[in-house]
């Protein structure tokens, strides 16, 4: 056996915020128990997951998008029916569910989540439910490779930064080629330009399992092992789910459910002393086998992201709702900084300008990071919704005050002599001349801002939030197809932006005709701009 | 002096401003100037003409001396003093009693229609309701001529309109002076006529005017006087005839000799 040293991430998005994770865990086990899981009642149970997680784990169903579905979502339902409890489904980054877990976002984890030691410190595990081991797979015509050491010399294709990279990298002499998605794994292996393909053996199963062109091969290698995770402070649940993953192992509930997702080996049969034949029929494997055959029509295809619509229709409007919330507390917040950044006695003016450049300065990920998870241990609690909105609205405050700064500075000095020459107040003069000019001047650089919000709001996902982004990672999770739904989600995004652009040049050129005496003025600046560019062509002609 | 300050609408005592601690732009300047005066002040560049303008309507706080605009009194007696509360409350009243038309022709406000350049003020400082104060802005623009540009944005306006605009907002305040910070220079020379125009017509009605001017012709037709500020130094002051066909002061002389025989200059 070789030491598990990494965790296994068990799908391929995982990668994406591979990095900030190591942060997530330590803010988590920095944290005061303040967010502490307490079950609200005592005959329901809070479990978090993340949807996205992928199959078999757990993923939305083909057939009802709405539906959760997964061995783990079966054996969160036996545990809850053993303990005479009602389940309520959390749904947060992979990344994120342990830190999520000791906020108290829910009671317990589960979701491939490893015993390791840097977990351990911030949580209690329950015994293993699961055990897994890498699968080698190859073209069902090759013949000389029939273990892991005849992969030196070869290529050979594995998750990026999993742990069957590593257990290659140990092999030495190995070229190894890393994938974020696995499907694009196991289409190389088959076109020939990898000659194996490494990977934990449920994503082997089904990802290639059904697949008559690859077969597997070699004994089992390595060894991974899942279990639920629980608070430090809720021993008594953690004991529950103890009594409960006995009984059903030892009622041969769990093997049943093993066996219906076609997930049963050796290694399981031993560690559950369990040597019995099959019982059930691997149904769910079946269906899915059924719905992931390679060879789907183009018009099977145009009806199945036809039914994605409703999905996306929903995470747009949250998408939507996120940024308008965000965007209405930077213009605001982001006005009042720029006038004090401008206007304010010295100590505000310093104040504006230090939030201005922190907020600026740090990545608007670790804010949402913070807001979210490091927040309540002060007590302050945000929902995923405020706290993605306040998160990206204080962000983007800083540099809408940026540009308010800029748009002050460009109305003359005379503006003000005139309107103070008037026996304005500077607060009117401001009010009635200053700022009606000035936000000319920065309506396009707003609505640029505000399109990029719209993008970065896909950073909600981490903390629990199904947006835009997050629907299509889940979808494409669960058709194994990230081509089509790539291009609806970006599709939806350009179409959410639009308005905004329209609005932007409707109000411009409005505004034009009135400062510039009608459009005349808009369109010198054209005709302008277009004899300096001919005189340059002419130029270089010459 | 030419008048006493008990019977003065404006007195200035011993005014000082400087903007930089290498000698001062005005050097203890004191003039008084009655109630329906048109006054005239005239002088070489950078000699102070604009400071001084400026310092009346409080734009610029004085370093210090004495100020008076009909009932509000501003005094500073020393430069290191700190602008206190009753300075900055006399400073705004005074802006408050003075109305000011600068030398460009760009002080309209651009995103506002005419009408509503001169209503803004009446509506936002005096608390008048709409129609109030569109009244009292149609009778202005009627008295510049401009009651069929009431609905005009200001950048469809020629420099001698844009002028006459500025002049009906600054009246729309009901001031007790007007100010003008060389009115016509910005102008080409054939637009001159109807702003010098509009003033001329104001001097009638019996409003004290001060004019920072480089129009020497109309300084000397149109003012009760002519105030010949050199190096921030008043150097003479005194009747429009007197100062041009007898200056005692050979400074004045000297930049009086420039514009011998020229009716418009600059």
Redesign the interface.
């Given at each position: 056996m070789i030491p598990l040293v990494l965790k296994r991430p068990a799908s391929r998005l995982r990668r994406a915020v591979f990095l900030i994770a190591p942060l997530a865990v330590l803010l988590a086990s920095v944290i005061s128990p303040a967010g502490a899981a307490t079950g609200d009642e005592n005959n329901v149970i809070r479990w978090g997951g993340d949807s996205e997680g992928g199959f078999p784990f757990m993923f939305p169903n083909p057939k009802n998008h709405d539906e959760l579905i997964g061995f783990e979502v079966d054996i969160v339902d036996e545990i809850a029916r053993y303990l005479g409890k009602k389940t309520v489904y959390v749904n947060n980054a992979w990344d994120n569910l342990i830190p999520g877990l000791t906020r108290g976002l829910y009671d317990m984890a589960i979701n491939g989540l490893e015993v390791t030691p840097e977990h351990e410190e911030a949580v209690n595990f329950s015994i293993p439910y699961y055990k897994t081991f890498l699968q080698l797979a190859v073209r069902k015509e090759n013949l000389d490779i029939s273990s892991l050491e005849d992969c030196r010399g070869k290529v050979v294709g594995t998750l990026k930064d999993s742990y069957a990279q590593m257990v290659l990298e140990e092999l030495g002499d190995v070229d190894i080629r890393t994938y974020i998605v696995e499907a694009n794994t196991y289409e190389d292996l088959q076109n020939g330009r990898l000659t194996a393909a490494l990977f934990d053996s449920p994503i082997a199963i089904y990802s290639a399992g059904f697949n008559p062109e690859i077969k597997f091969i070699g004994p089992p290698i390595g060894e991974i092992t899942y279990a639920i995770a629980v608070t430090k402070e809720n021993s008594g649940l953690l004991r529950d789910i103890n009594e409960a993953l006995v009984h059903l192992r030892d009622t041969g509930r769990l093997r049943e459910i093993y066996d219906t997702w076609n997930l049963w080996s050796p290694i399981m049969a031993a560690e559950f002393n369990d040597y019995s034949p099959r019982a059930v029929e691997m149904t769910r494997y079946n269906e899915w086998a059924e719905t992931h055959r390679p060879e789907v029509a183009l018009s099977a295809r145009l009806e199945r992201y036809a039914g994605f619509l409703p999905d996306f229709g929903m995470a747009a409007i949250v998408t939507m709702k996120v940024s308008i919330t965000a965007m209405f507390i930077a213009i605001s917040l982001g006005l009042g900084l720029a006038i004090a950044r401008v206007f304010a006695p010295g100590w505000a003016a310093a104040a504006a300008t230090a939030f201005i450049e922190f907020m600026r300065g740090t990545p608007v990920l670790i804010q949402l990071f913070f807001i979210f998870y490091g927040l309540p241990s002060i007590g302050v609690k945000l929902s995923p919704f405020w706290a993605g909105a306040v998160g990206l609205g204080l962000n983007y405050a800083a540099y809408e005050a940026e540009i308010y700064r800029s748009g002050l500075f460009a109305i003359?000095s005379?503006?003000w002599?005139?309107?103070?020459?008037?026996?304005?107040?500077r607060w009117?003069a401001m009010r009635?001349?200053i700022l009606?000019?000035a936000i000319?001047v920065v309506i396009p650089p707003i609505t640029n801002d505000f399109i990029s919000l719209l993008k970065d709001s896909s950073l909600v996902s981490i903390i629990t939030m199904v947006d835009l982004t997050k629907a299509y990672g889940q979808l494409a999770a669960a058709y194994y197809d990230y081509f089509g739904p790539g291009i609806m989600v970006a599709l939806i995004y350009l179409i959410l932006g639009l308005p905004f652009v329209k609005f932007s040049r409707y109000a411009e050129r409005r505004?034009a005709e009135?400062?510039?005496?009608?459009k005349r003025?808009h369109d010198n600046f054209y005709r302008m701009s277009a004899r300096w560019r001919h005189t340059n062509l002419r130029s270089k002609e010459s | 002096m030419v008048n006493l300050p008990e019977e003065s609408l404006i007195v200035i005592k011993n005014l000082r401003k400087s903007f930089n601690d290498d000698g001062g732009v005005l050097n203890n300047v004191s003039i008084n100037i009655k109630e329906g005066d048109l006054v005239s002040i005239i002088g070489p560049s950078g000699c102070g003409k604009s400071t001084l303008l400026r310092c009346l309507n409080c734009l610029e706080l004085i370093d210090s001396g004495y100020l008076r605009v009909g009932d509000v009194e501003l005094k500073r007696d020393r430069p290191d003093q700190r602008p206190n509360e009753v300075m900055l409350d006399a400073a705004h009243k005074i802006r408050g009693e003075v109305g000011m038309v600068f030398q460009g022709y760009n002080n309209l406000f651009p995103h506002k229609t005419v009408l509503r350049n001169v209503t803004l003020a009446p509506m936002v400082v005096k608390k008048m309701s709409p129609d109030a104060a569109r009244e009292v802005a149609m009778k202005q623009l009627k008295k510049v001529g401009l009651e069929e540009y009431a609905n005009k944005y200001p950048s469809t306006l020629s420099g001698g309109e844009s002028q006459r605009a500025a002049i009906a907002r600054a009246l729309a305040m009901n001031p007790k002076v007007m100010l003008y910070d060389e009115p016509t220079s910005a102008l080409d020379p054939e637009l001159v006529g109807e702003v010098l125009q509009v003033m001329k017509d104001l001097d009638s009605e019996g409003m004290t005017q001060i004019i920072v001017t480089h129009e020497m012709q109309f300084a000397r037709d149109a003012s009760d006087y002519i105030v010949f500020l050199d190096k921030g130094e008043i150097v003479e002051y005194d009747d429009g005839d007197v100062l041009f066909t007898q200056p005692r002061n050979p400074r004045t002389k000297e930049f009086l000799r420039h514009f011998t025989g020229m009716a418009v200059a600059c």
């Open positions: 003359p005379t503006q002599e005139a309107a103070l020459a008037l026996g304005m107040t009117q009635e001349v009606p000019q000319r505004l009135q400062d510039k005496g009608g003025g | -």
